[in-house]
């Protein structure tokens, strides 16, 4: 795992998530076959911007899987998708590289819970909502070292999270045929940025 972009909501009917995110997205044109090879090519610079490029697949029963382009935390989406489909929406985001992790529970339109932490910036941690009936006392894996205690959240943690949720998100993406839905980006993707600067250093907290 380098960058993970993907958010999964429960539920059965996939026709109607996929219509449901074409309106979001407001991308019509779409293609069955199988996960696309070029996704990480086309992470969107703003990590504010909705994503422009989703494959989406039904990866188990009773779960939808969406792999995007984008690090938007898409609160707006999950809001709407979990009021509508009256079910839970997980948001989830890492970035290896930055050691940048993000884990976020919607149900019902209610936002419940949300987890925010990058270990190599001066970075601001998010830790909303009430802890989860599986969590200990902090978010993370707890570590003892010279009689000092601390919490680290990592990929391995919002892979925990989704089970406990009911979810299993690594998977072989081979094994399923899978949506895309895409369009040009008017916006710079981290591609371009990198291509303008003229190096393949790693320049933004969510480089791959």
């Not at 504010?48 to 969406?66: A, C, I, R, S």
């Not at 270990?119 to 599986?134: A, P, Q």
């Not at 895409?182 to 393949?200: F, M, P, R, Y």
Request: hydrophobic fraction near 35%; include cysteine.
């Amino acid at each position: 795992m380098a960058t993970w972009t993907s958010f999964y909501i429960q539920y059965d009917d996939l026709t109607a998530i996929e219509q449901e995110l074409k309106e979001l997205s407001g991308i019509q044109d779409a293609f069955s076959g199988t996960f696309p090879n070029d996704l990480h090519e086309y992470y969107l610079a703003n990590e504010n911007t909705n994503p422009t490029y989703l494959v989406v697949g039904k990866t188990q029963e009773g779960w939808v899987t969406v792999v995007h382009n984008s690090f938007s935390k898409l609160s707006e989406w999950s809001t709407l998708l979990s009021q509508k489909f009256e079910t839970k929406v997980i948001v989830t985001g890492a970035q290896s590289v930055s050691s940048y992790y993000y884990f976020a529970l919607y149900e019902n339109g209610l936002k419940l819970r949300e987890l925010e932490f990058c270990y190599s910036d001066d970075f601001k941690s998010v830790n909303f909502g009430n802890r989860l009936w599986f969590e200990g006392e902090e978010p993370g894996t707890k570590e003892e070292f010279d009689g000092e205690i601390e919490y680290l959240f990592g990929f391995e943690d919002i892979d925990n999270y989704c089970k406990q949720l009911g979810l299993t998100i690594q998977l072989s993406y081979s094994e399923f045929t899978w949506l895309t839905l895409k369009k040009e980006a008017k916006q710079k993707t981290v591609k371009d940025v990198i291509s303008e600067l003229g190096t393949n250093k790693p320049w933004w907290k969510f480089w791959q």
